[in-house]
């Protein structure tokens, strides 16, 4: 179960002071802890990494990077980054914010001058710091680069057929795709790709050694984790998804050895440990600034136990108040893997931890435990509480499932036979998807690797199992015009999409 650790935890909780103060003295049950969460939480493999005034006091790796294999997680086992490398990117803009090349406020045509939104005055308005923020007025649109073969610029010159979802800067939708464009800015203004502009001028100055930009880069390389989902009761090992086409949203791979040195350089206000400042206090005030105010419905879960008074999106980070502090983290979510990065800068406390399970909440378990470890008071069980917040979240997932199941129509018939369904289904946004019957059943491919077969539900409606089986299942309609054809094919997600013509 025990990865293998760089030094015995007394040891590295020694470095700090001896003796060591209470607060770092109560990280010596730290390593229990953990041991317990993954347990039942069913993690495989994790990796931990502990901050404080500018030392590392905790660096742990435990567990299997890959059940197949049962090679160990140790502290340089490199994790996906996923949408923790916001931070990285909102970064980057701010080195070339320090170099005058833009400013936060410069509107994103003046940079990308191709890249069009539905709105004609949002792609007038839209500026540097609205890539970074969630606020820009449009809805998710994952579905345009999810397992989607497709480079970023097709997927950002598809943005001018999203329409808004509210009006700009009047709320916040999560939105990756804005990210990726502010990869593209960074290409544009730098002459560097985005990869080798955050290799280059953050993962080098920083001795991130083992970081790479994108999981293609660590091809062939030992220490890299696989990713694992739960399927039908079993923790399986699944495909690991790149995040190719949108890489400035979620693409990077780390270790919790070199997250280590990130959190330090951040906590240090944009200077390396060798004493080379990389961003300007200004631009690192910028990045923690609360940027947006969101409601708990744009929040986590978590929201529901640490009772904030606010909450708010930075440029990269999420924030909230905490005990009587400033919270700056965020998560990031990939097929099978999990990553948290949580700072409170007023402390010089930062936590990092990467762990190899779909939506392992105990992320979030571990780095409230450490904050409560060093602001004193009483220590919550963070884990036995998340567990049971998200217990009672798949008991609701499961009553909904069981609804979807229940409104089944029994011993109804397709209107048409299974060819009738068959052919291609376009929209300009969504791309296309193609029907085809064979072997009596009709089968679903959207791009190159989402495919699926459909099965009969009720009427006019079947059920979609993903051949990923960790995607699960969805229900598809077909809509019939007035001569009885297909028409239209409609997700329960409401995606709808016109059948092309083979007139």
């Not at 770092?24 to 502990?50: K, N, S």
């Not at 329409?163 to 916040?172: D, E, I, N, Q, T």
């Not at 990756?176 to 990869?195: D, F, H, K, M, T």
């Not at 936590?351 to 470890?373: G, I, K, T, W």
Request: glycine share 8%; charged share 25%.
């Amino acid at each position: 179960m025990l990865g293998i650790r760089l030094l015995p935890a007394a040891l590295v909780l020694a470095i700090v002071s001896a003796p060591a103060p209470a607060s770092v003295r109560e990280l010596e049950t730290f390593d229990a802890y953990v041991r317990q969460a993954m347990a039942d939480w069913r993690v495989p493999g994790l990796a931990v990494a502990v901050v404080k005034d500018g030392e590392t006091v905790f660096l742990h790796g435990y567990g299997s990077r890959n059940l197949e294999t049962g090679a160990p997680v140790d502290a340089r086992t490199r994790f996906a980054a996923a949408s923790t490398t916001k931070a990285m990117t909102a970064a980057a803009i701010g080195m070339l914010v320090d170099e005058k090349r833009v400013t936060w406020d410069t509107p994103v045509e003046e940079v990308l001058p191709e890249f069009r939104l539905y709105d004609p005055w949002m792609s007038r308005e839209l500026t540097v710091r609205d890539l970074l923020t969630h606020r820009a007025g449009l809805g998710n649109a994952d579905f345009l680069w999810y397992a989607q073969d497709v480079s970023t610029a097709e997927v950002l010159s598809r943005m001018r057929f999203a329409p808004p979802a509210y009006s700009p800067r009047s709320g916040f939708i999560y939105q990756n795709i804005l990210y990726g464009a502010a990869g593209e800015a960074i290409r544009a203004l730098s002459g560097q790709s985005w990869e080798e502009f955050v290799r280059q001028r953050i993962f080098l100055p920083l001795e991130m050694v083992g970081s790479a930009p994108t999981l293609a880069w660590l091809d062939g390389q030992d220490n890299v984790t696989g990713a694992h989902h739960e399927i039908e009761g079993q923790i399986r090992v699944i495909e690991t998804d790149p995040v190719a086409s949108i890489p400035a949203a979620g693409s990077a791979w780390t270790s919790v050895s070199d997250m280590a040195r990130w959190m330090t350089f951040l906590l240090a206000g944009g200077v390396t440990p060798d004493g080379r400042r990389l961003l300007s206090e200004e631009v690192v005030e910028e990045l923690f600034h609360p940027q947006v105010l969101l409601r708990r419905d744009n929040f986590y879960p978590t929201a529901k136990l640490t009772e904030p008074n606010w909450l708010s999106y930075g440029l990269g980070w999420f924030q909230h108040d905490y005990r009587g502090r400033k919270v700056d983290f965020h998560t990031g979510s990939i097929d099978g893997l999990v990553a948290i990065v949580g700072l409170i800068r007023e402390e010089n406390l930062g936590v990092c931890v990467l762990a190899n399970l779909d939506h392992a909440e105990l992320r979030h378990a571990l780095m409230y435990r450490v904050f409560d470890s060093f602001l004193g008071g009483p220590q919550r069980d963070w884990h036995a509480e998340l567990f049971e917040l998200y217990a009672e979240r798949r008991e609701k997932q499961e009553e909904e499932r069981k609804k979807v199941e229940e409104s089944r129509v029994e011993e109804t018939s397709p209107s048409l036979a299974l060819d009738g369904y068959a052919g291609e289904y376009s929209h300009p946004l969504f791309g296309s998807v193609t029907v085809s019957s064979a072997d009596g059943g009709l089968r679903l491919r959207y791009g190159q690797r989402l495919v699926g077969d459909l099965g009969h539900w009720n009427y006019d409606t079947f059920r979609l199992v993903w051949e990923r089986p960790w995607m699960g299942k969805d229900l598809v309609t077909f809509l019939l015009d007035e001569k009885g054809r297909s028409a239209r094919l409609r997700f329960s997600s409401g995606i709808e999409l016109a059948r092309v013509s083979e007139e």
